[in-house]
């Protein structure tokens, strides 16, 4: 499958790992050099500088020939501009991320196949689990490909006092939220994550083990 990225960050790249990794080809457009020349040293991806919001820098990533166009950047409007252009161009399905819930459906009635807003989608998976009076610590079968983990931050753990931010994560998981004291907490890049925390962390089927030990050992 062919899969055009708009935004490299810690969603966008961490995604774009998993893809990868799963054998499929992986274009990324991102604006900020220092992040492209990251990426490029770490993924076996074509990375482009440039604006996902220009058709001529959606037509150099070939967002007209992708199967899937998915825009994880940390800008609501960048994401359904570039979502509505790939489709323009001719991509098939087209994802958005969104930073606001309330923006969700209004995005969707653009033509949008799908808007994403991890914060939201975290809490309503947390409250299936509440609500069926089940543990956080079950594994939940989301997708063939996906589960969601909840991995408890021990004191011997060397990322005790880092920010999300400065955990890259393991190639296979990324973080969604972090629980504390009963509430649920964006990860944010600057949250600092604490000892007794709990993260709920997305993982590639068959990694679970290797995931917990990258948050654990």
């Not at 499958?1 to 991102?30: F, P, Y």
């Not at 050099?33 to 990251?38: I, S």
């Amino acid at each position: 499958m062919r899969v055009v990225i708009a935004g490299g960050g810690r969603l966008g790249g961490s995604l774009a790992k998993m893809l990868l990794e799963e054998g499929h080809q992986v274009t990324i457009i991102d604006s900020d050099e220092e992040r492209c020349a990251r990426l490029s040293a770490e993924l076996d991806a074509l990375v482009i500088k440039g604006d996902a919001t220009k058709l001529e820098v959606l037509k150099d990533a070939e967002a007209d020939k992708a199967d899937i166009f998915i825009a994880t950047t940390d800008r609501d409007e960048v994401n359904v501009l570039s979502c509505l252009l790939a489709k323009q161009l001719g991509s098939p399905r087209v994802i958005a991320r969104v930073g606001d819930p309330a923006l969700v459906k209004v995005v969707e009635e653009l033509g949008i196949e799908k808007a994403l807003c991890p914060e939201l989608v975290t809490a309503k998976l947390l409250n299936a689990l509440v609500s069926r009076g089940q543990s956080l610590a079950k594994l939940l079968a989301i997708g063939e490909e996906f589960s969601l983990l909840e991995v408890a931050i021990p004191p011997s753990s060397p990322l005790v006092g880092k920010s999300v931010r400065e955990v890259a994560g393991p190639p296979s998981g990324v973080i969604l939220a972090v629980v504390e004291g009963g509430e649920v907490l964006k990860a944010d890049g600057d949250l600092r994550l604490r000892e007794g925390q709990r993260l709920i962390v997305l993982a590639r089927r068959g990694s679970e083990e290797e995931v917990r030990a990258f948050f654990t050992s």
